[in-house]
């Protein structure tokens, strides 16, 4: 299995925005984001995609991979991509997610649900934060 994980390019934006979608994952800042974007490709198509965020706080997002391609390793070779290119950047990367036990594996740890107010003003200002199940996590 030959996995290729690239810098996302103009042609990938269908793609990834279709993949985001799936799991109703914003795809409203793919075009703005695009040269933070990096994609997985498997078998000639874009299996997965990653997001590094770099705002406030530097974000790993948008992570993504094909249900049919799940459990290869995709996922993991995306986020490690991403954590390399942050290393350069900062000594701390954030994320938001509902399956922290496998950013656990990767070195990210939980932390309290209140820091989510403080760190990302959009869940300061979400009428949904209290009933939001993301984890909020960092490496």
Avoid at 2 to 16: C, F, L, Q
Avoid at 62 to 86: C, E, Q
Avoid at 110 to 116: S, Y
Wanted: with cysteine; net charge positive.
């Amino acid at each position: 299995m030959d996995i290729e994980i690239r810098g996302a390019t103009p042609y990938d934006i269908k793609d990834i925005k279709k993949l985001l979608s799936f799991y109703y994952l914003d795809t409203e800042s793919v075009e703005k984001n695009l040269p933070e974007f990096i994609v997985a490709v498997l078998d000639k198509r874009i299996a997965g995609c990653a997001c590094l965020d770099i705002g406030d706080v530097v974000e790993l997002r948008s992570i993504a991979v094909l249900p049919g391609y799940r459990n290869k390793g995709i996922g993991s070779r995306l986020v490690d991509s991403i954590l390399n290119r942050a290393a350069d950047l900062t000594g701390t990367v954030y994320l938001r997610t509902t399956s922290p036990g496998f950013f656990e594996k990767k070195g990210f740890h939980r932390l309290v649900n209140e820091e989510k107010k403080v760190t990302w003003k959009d869940c300061s200002e979400c009428d949904k934060f209290n009933i939001c199940k993301q984890i909020i996590m960092k490496i």
